[in-house]
T-cell receptor, first 114, second 113 residues
């Protein structure tokens, strides 16, 4: 059974600081997703990482994937209040492509304080 | 291009009643996924459907839950004889293409009283 673990689960940080959220998964997969969820809202797709060594950046967020270590990171640079949300990583259980259900981590609840 | 649509957005049912949740995928998408989110939890995969076919229902409870995606019309997640433990947010997602990125709808928040 595929397991996805995120840490930390809760993070309070100040504006302007840098921090990293970690996502570990238990079985081979070459597709990893990061989503953002605001309270009471749906999930917004942030990044899709498809191969080992993939790195993607959007604004103050950067995501990377190491399939050998089964680890993805979401790095926040110079955080601003608008980034306060819950961030989920999700992994596809099958390698080699194909649509399938995702396994989600429990989410990292991020609060950025002025 | 409208996104994934779900209705109703909020649904209140008494124990023992039936709940029907609807999902219209993005235009051109033929893959639909249903997920359930309990408070303070991540999303749990329930079922994956393509038009007229259930591809993977490994996350569906064995009883009371069913899903369909007919040739015409939205996908339906049906919960019979609801219990309080069914109270959750139910999200639908759709996908298309090789990358198979899933786009999520706004969710239906089911409350069982």
């Amino acid at each position: 059974e595929l397991k996805v673990e995120q840490n930390p689960l809760f993070l309070s940080m100040q504006e302007g600081k840098n921090y990293t959220i970690y996502c570990n998964y238990s079985t081979t997969s070459d597709r990893l997703y990061w989503y953002r969820q605001d309270p009471g809202k749906s999930l917004e797709s942030l990044f899709v990482l498809l191969s080992n060594g993939a790195v993607k950046q959007e604004g103050r967020l950067m995501a990377s994937l190491d399939t050998k270590a089964r680890l993805s990171t979401l790095h926040i640079t110079a955080a601003v209040h608008d980034l306060s949300a819950t961030y989920f990583c999700a992994v596809s259980p099958y390698s080699g492509g194909g649509a399938d259900g995702l396994t989600f981590g429990k989410g990292t609840h991020l609060i950025i304080q002025p | 291009n409208a996104g994934v649509m779900q209705n109703p957005r909020h649904l209140v049912r008494r124990r023992g009643q039936e709940a029907r949740l609807r999902c219209s995928p993005m235009k051109g998408h033929s893959h639909v996924y249903w997920y359930r989110q309990l408070p303070e939890e991540g999303l749990k995969f329930m079922v994956y459907l393509q038009k007229e076919n259930i591809i993977d229902e490994s996350g569906m409870p064995k009883e009371r839950f069913s899903a369909e995606f007919p040739k015409e019309g939205p996908s339906i997640l049906r919960i019979q004889q609801v219990v309080r433990g069914d109270s959750a947010a139910y999200f639908c997602a759709s996908s298309y293409g090789q990358v198979r990125e899933q786009y999520f709808g706004p969710g239906t928040r089911l409350t069982v009283t």
